[in-house]
């Protein structure tokens, strides 16, 4: 082993973030570790991306607040136990299929796919469904 990582994405999801911002949504990247691939993701995708991030409440509520977003408005997308102070306060939270056990019991909708495998579109196509 040499030590790297792989973060898997799904070209799908792609799709689904630019139609989710022609519709004027505005999407944003928040995570606990310092990835350049995932930089690289959110460079390509032209949305913001925070990392590094210890307390992910804080920072959805400060950038919320920066943009002049109801937290109410949120849809947070969440996986693991680090999202759960965030997902707590937002108006409405997803997870996906391979969340952690709490997180789906906190989530308003457990999704069909899991993490990696085109949870935006399975958004996106839920958003365009109502």
Partial sequence: QNGNEMVQV???????????????????IISTEKNPVVS??????EI?????????????TDYCQKNDIQILQVAYVGN???????MAIAGFSFCPADAHETIKE????V????????????????IISD
């Fill in 106 to 109: 906190i989530s308003d909708h």
């Fill in 80 to 86: 693991d136990i680090n999202d759960k102070d965030a």
């Fill in 10 to 28: 799904n070209r799908a999801d792609g799709l689904g973030v630019a139609e989710i911002k022609k519709m004027g949504i505005k999407q944003i």
């Fill in 111 to 126: 999704l069909k796919r899991n993490g990696g495998d085109g949870v935006i579109r399975e958004i996106f196509d839920i």
């Fill in 48 to 60: 913001p991306c925070l990392q590094g991030v210890e307390n992910k409440k804080y920072a959805l």
């Fill in 40 to 45: 690289a993701r959110a460079n390509k995708l």
